[in-house]
């Protein structure tokens, strides 16, 4: 990693554990030898990958090798014998819908804390998928997302993942206190339940890349299992102002995307991120929201589902994009544990 890119990182946010670069031992940093290991890596190329951020070879699998060799300065065509002697090992190829099915057994669910909206997304938030949380200020995008990082501490037979999360914050809306509070009332250990979460404060679209880049090395050496982007276009939306923008603020959102994609199959993690809506001032009848960032978001996003606000103090959740899970409802409410059914 670049110094200038490290320095910027570390200095995202004074507390709460940030995404820094952890100093090598024994417990947190990927064995070397997986990149050594691979055939026409030396140890000079090892650390120009390494110091890029790609530090397995699962994350030099998943990425174009365009990406790799613009970021560690190595020979196109080098990166291109690297990058397919990568897939050669892991196996990335064809293979058999058979083969699909069982890859997916490893696949995990982490509990959101209210039973209906587990129903609602098959068990609770999966690995291998990014799911997209849709809807206006107010109707608890964040407090899911809180809530998830808390529970994704608990152990997989109490419906976590036994992982820690990082939290890539664009808004400044993460509360310590409302993680204080939710652990308090699992009976957890707030102040470790708070040590476990990795918080970056991203200030614009170019540092929210930056540190979308580094979640590739950050994540395996750390025990990651869940990423959260709250929100993933806000950003976005604020800087790219006008069609002639348009084109190039979905390019390098489309780009952000599809990095998160390939971070939760490569390392069999869960990504959340949040988004916004935008009015549809042509809309007379039914709910003149629709979801922002256009069929970029759409197309990128594994489930997507739509927050409204109901009565008396409930939320709505409905799935509305998925390709296994029906298009169904489910009313849950926000408690100082987070989030729990609310009565229909």
């Known amino acids: ?6 320095q910027l990182i570390e200095n995202s946010i004074p507390n709460i554990g940030m995404i820094t670069s952890i100093e090598k031992g024994e417990s947190e940093m990927v064995e070397d030898n997986d990149l050594k290991n691979l055939p026409g890596v030396g140890p000079a190329t090892a650390n120009k990958l390494k ?40 196996g990335v190829d064809f293979i058999t819908a058979e083969d699909l099915w069982k890859k997916r057994q490893n696949m995990q669910r982490c509990s959101i804390g209210s039973n209906k909206l587990n129903a609602l997304m098959g068990g609770g938030i999966e690995t291998q998928a990014m799911t997209e949380l849709i809807g206006e200020y107010g109707v608890g995008k964040t407090q899911i997302c809180l809530s998830l990082c ?5 152990p997989i037979e109490e419906g976590g993942l ?12 993460f509360i310590p206190e409302r993680v204080f509070q939710i652990a308090e009332s699992l009976g957890l250990d707030p102040h470790e339940t708070l040590g476990n979460i990795f918080l970056a404060r991203a200030y614009n679209s170019s540092h929210q890349e930056l540190l979308t880049d580094h979640l590739l090395k950050f994540c395996p050496e750390n025990n990651i299992k869940l990423v959260v982007v709250d929100s993933m276009i806000g950003h976005f939306r604020g800087e790219y102002i006008g069609r002639e923008h348009l084109a190039e603020r979905q390019q390098k959102l489309n780009n952000q995307l599809h990095k998160l994609l390939r971070l939760t199959e490569a390392y069999n993690i869960s990504v959340v991120i949040t988004n916004q809506v935008q ?6 009848f039914g709910d003149p929201n629709r979801p922002a960032g256009g069929n970029v978001m759409a197309h990128a996003s594994t489930h997507r589902v739509y927050l409204r606000k109901g009565g008396k103090g409930t939320r709505i959740a409905t799935v509305i994009d998925s ?3 029906p298009e169904e409802k489910a009313r849950y409410k926000i408690t100082e544990k987070g989030i729990e059914d609310a009565e229909e």
């Open 1 to 6: 990693m670049p110094h200038s890119l490290k």
């Open 51 to 90: 110091s890029a951020g790609f530090t397995t070879a699962e994350a030099i699998a998943v990425t174009p090798p365009k990406e790799i060799a613009e970021k560690t300065g190595i020979g196109f065509n080098t990166v291109l014998s690297i990058v397919t002697v990568a897939r050669e090992k892991l």
């Open 150 to 154: 808390v529970r994704v501490q608990l």
């Open 162 to 173: 036994d992982g820690k999360a990082v939290y890539i914050d664009t808004e400044g809306t």
């Open 279 to 284: 009015a549809n001032p042509t809309a007379f």
């Open 323 to 325: 390709p296994n899970l």
